[in-house]
Structures are given as C-alpha cells and as structure tokens.
Nanobody, 115 residues
Framework: QVQLVESGGGLVQPGGSLRLSCAASGSTFSIYAMGWYRQAPGKQREDVAR???????NYADSVKGRFTISRDNAKKMVYLEMNSLKPEDTAVYYC?????????WGQGTQVTVSS
C-alpha cells in the first residue's frame, strides 16, 4: 500500500516556474514507477511525465524540454520541475505510483498559469 500527497501547486505567471513534490508513504517505494498526470477543466486526464524504478524517464510531447521529473528513493519523494509555464499547463496535477497490477493516486494539486 502506498499513500501519495502532492504539494507545490499555485498561481504563476506565464513563463514562470514551479516545482511539484509528491511524498510517498509505505514500504518498497523504490520498486514503483512514478508518474505525474494532469487534468484540465472539461478535459480528460493526461500523462505528463513518468520515471521508472530504474530512473528512465519519458515525457508528453507538450512538456518536453520544459518539465523534468526526478525521484529520491531515500526520501520517498518524486518531483516535477516545471519551467517556461504556459496558460495551457493549467490543470490539477496528480502523482501516481504503479507496479505490476497495483496503482495508487494522490489527491492532486492545482497549478494555474495566468497573468
């Protein structure tokens, strides 16, 4: 069982930066692949970035070159560094852990990009 709590969201101007954090509790965090997803109003949830338990990463085309996902297994933390933010990045951002048939989600954190 894994519990996930996101933090770091907020209001930022276009071109600005934010760093989201996801704190995990429970054992064996290091075996899980971790990901960030987002859902904008009226839209389906979409994947943003993912990092495997081996540290390999992949990103949605819309965020490549702007967002960076990382993890600290010792602290049981996952981060999403977001730069050059655009209004279309506005969404609720969710953290997810998955391993085999198991998956866990956090409650989400709101990111609003607006002037």
């Amino acid at each position: 069982q894994v519990q996930l709590v996101e933090s770091g969201g907020g209001l930022v101007q276009p071109g600005g930066s934010l760093r989201l954090s996801c704190a995990a509790s429970g054992s064996t965090f290091s075996i899980y692949a971790m990901g960030w997803y987002r859902q904008a109003p009226g839209k389906q949830r979409e994947d943003v970035a993912r990092i495997t338990n081996g540290g390999s990463t992949n990103y949605a085309d819309s965020v490549k070159g702007r967002f960076t996902i990382s993890r600290d297994n010792a602290k049981k933390m996952v981060y999403l560094e977001m730069n050059s933010l655009k209004p279309e990045d506005t969404a609720v951002y969710y953290c997810r852990a998955d391993w085999g048939y198991s998956e866990y989600w956090g409650q989400g954190t709101q990111v609003t990009v607006s002037s």
